[in-house]
């Protein structure tokens, strides 16, 4: 019988979610997140307003899933938005490309793995976050609406972020759409079940979007996000003392 290897955690949230440290370590974890905050504020500040596209890292170019976010990244970029993705291969490559090559404005947020994720090459601007929880806040924090296509745990993780903040109304109902009624037939009951038995309100389900359909997604996020919230463009201006410039600022207009 060969020994057993010794599991040493190296990363600073795996140390730090496994129980206390001590006070000095879980101070300089602290200022590490507030690092990672901080610079991911200035870099995004001006790339709103945007949908976040959530989907598996795996799928390849050649997967029909791969085309339909291709599609929907490059059908929101014209719609006006800035299309968000988690910043790796597969689902999330797909919508930045499509946006990419529509003209629009594409940008990531990349975790940092030792494998699987690498940014995509068509992101305009991205950001590497070595935190999980940091990374779910800012593909929230510049959204107006989230699609959410196949893919794995993360995928789901990302979803029931979204909907558990907007049933709490810690953020507002910005809408949800599930892309591929067939692959996600199943989550969708499950979430009938949990309103039949009242683990959640029956209108709950209301916060769900499910469609197959690239222009009924267009038309609901045109409906519950650009017309409901009246949105418009913010114009900032960029501070020279902050280190910021024009070129920072997304291209695209909110029609």
């Not at 029931?160 to 910005?174: G, N, P, R, S, W």
């Not at 996020?221 to 910021?244: D, G, M, N």
Request: charged residues 25%; glycine residues 6%.
């Amino acid at each position: 019988m060969e020994p057993q290897k010794k599991y040493v955690l190296s990363k600073d949230e795996s140390l730090f979610i496994r129980g206390p440290l001590s006070r000095f370590k879980e101070l300089l974890f602290s200022f590490k997140v507030q690092y990672n905050f901080i610079g991911a504020f200035r870099k995004m500040h001006f790339v709103g307003p945007c949908v976040t596209v959530f989907g598996s890292a795996r799928f390849t170019k050649d997967s029909a899933h791969y085309k339909n976010a291709e599609k929907i990244g490059a059908a929101l970029a014209k719609l006006g938005f800035t299309v968000m993705t988690g910043g790796g291969p597969g689902i999330m490559e797909a919508a930045n490309k499509g946006a990419y090559e529509a003209g629009g404005y594409s940008v990531g947020c990349n975790i940092v793995l030792p494998f699987e994720q690498k940014h995509n090459p068509y992101l305009h601007k991205w950001i590497d976050i070595p935190y999980f929880f940091v990374r779910k806040v800012l593909l929230i924090k510049y959204s107006f609406a989230f699609v959410v296509l196949p893919g794995g745990f993360g995928t789901l993780d990302e979803l029931f972020e979204a909907l558990a903040l907007i049933q709490t109304k810690v953020i507002k109902d910005f809408p949800i759409v599930i892309f591929d009624s067939e692959y996600h037939k199943e989550l969708c009951r499950h979430i009938q079940i949990m309103a039949e038995n009242e683990s959640i309100a029956p209108k709950d389900m209301k916060l769900l979007f499910v469609t197959d359909s690239i222009e009924d997604l267009l038309a609901h996020i045109e409906t519950y996000s650009i017309k409901k919230f009246s949105l418009v463009r913010k114009q900032y201006k960029p501070r020279w003392w902050f280190s910021e410039s024009k070129s920072n600022k997304s291209k695209n207009k909110i029609k």
